[in-house]
């Protein structure tokens, strides 16, 4: 098989993943790990599915993007003759599109009046860029923004994932981090944004910033250093609460710190930044609660600790490790 064909099903079957995972659907998870796991191409390609389907909530509706996922849903139906889950499909055939064809893909994404530059990190990879503005951002793995100045205002569209941003001081010109229907507005400040499917958190470092809604000029709570804030989509926001930095930052020097989390969560966690996926497959364990610091990357000694404080059955393979109760 040719790269283009093989890529080309790399990338139908993550944004497939994709629509399943993020649309709503019963996923299985532990199927999903092993694909995953398969191929250091699969880990890129969902990465980029994850960042497509998010970013198309901006423009689901427009005629555009309609007819891309119509075009797109036509190649998939002559390929597939008996097909199920219309909806999902034709979502998942139009992330292929955005991905495999430049041209169309860029016309939703940079579908406003201003032009933007894209940005992702892929599986445990974190970057670091300079702006235009001299502004550095530092990216966590598996993040996905999009940058756009004007003479005016300096966006940057927070899609999924977390980033870290040492903002260069312009009073004419605030910076704003848009995360879901959440925006962070700083002039000269240094700060971290994490944006999940349903929450943002917020952990200032320096200076200040006036978080807001989206679509409101209603400033919801303006912060102070060494606070955090997490803001749950649909929800009245709450206050910001004093933060542990060293804890809170600790993932721009590889570290990952759980405070009585739940198994499940620190799994997930831990698996954004290896090629070695660990799968809760047994569902008795994945409300257990964990606390520790962790290298980043280091999935193992993970699983290692896990077992010497709970009674925990692991089953490993070359690329993943399944956790089941000790029976």
């Known amino acids: 098989m040719s790269n283009a064909p093989r890529q080309t ?51 689901a509706g427009t005629d555009g993007l309609l007819g891309l996922r119509r075009e797109a849903l036509q190649r998939a139906r002559a390929r597939r003759p008996r097909p199920t889950g219309w909806d999902r499909r034709a979502v998942a055939a139009g992330i292929v599109a955005a991905i495999a064809a430049p041209v169309c893909g860029l016309w939703w994404m940079r579908h406003r009046a201003e032009q ?44 999924q994932g977390r980033a870290y941003f040492e903002v260069a001081h312009d009073a004419n010109r605030p910076l704003r981090v848009h995360a879901g229907p ?45 606070q955090s804030m997490l803001l749950v989509d649909g929800v009245r926001a709450g206050g910001p609460m004093d933060a542990d930095l060293g804890r809170a930052l600790a993932w721009r020097q590889g570290q990952v710190f759980f405070d009585n989390v739940a198994l499940a969560d620190a799994a997930a966690e831990m698996n954004r930044y290896s090629t070695l996926q660990v799968v809760v497959a047994d569902p008795s364990l994945r409300k257990l609660r964990i606390s520790g610091a962790f290298n980043a990357g280091q999935s193992r000694a993970f699983v290692e600790a896990i077992q010497s404080y709970f009674p925990v059955r692991a089953t490993s393979t070359a690329t993943t490790v399944e956790l089941r109760a000790a029976q």
Not at 9 to 17: K, N, V
Not at 20 to 39: H, K
Not at 124 to 136: A, F, P
Request: charged residues 25%.
């Open 9 to 59: 099903l790399i990338d139908e079957t993550a944004a497939a993943w994709a629509a399943r995972r993020l649309g709503g659907a019963v996923s299985d998870e532990v199927g999903f790990a092993r694909w995953l796991a398969e191929d250091a191409a699969n880990e890129e390609a969902y990465a980029r599915a994850e960042g497509v389907w998010r970013l198309m909530g901006e423009a």
């Open 116 to 159: 933007g530059d894209m940005f992702q990190t892929a599986l445990g990879e974190q970057r670091t860029l300079t702006l235009s503005d001299g502004s550095r951002v530092t990216m966590d793995a598996l993040t996905v923004m999009r940058v756009r100045y004007t003479a005016g205002v300096r966006s940057i569209d927070l899609a």
């Open 182 to 226: 959440r925006t962070v507005t700083a002039v000269g400040t240094a700060f971290s944004v994490r944006r999940e499917p349903r929450e943002t958190t917020v952990v200032l470092a320096e200076g200040k910033v006036a978080v807001s809604d989206h679509e409101s000029p209603v400033t919801l709570a303006v912060m102070r250093p060494g």
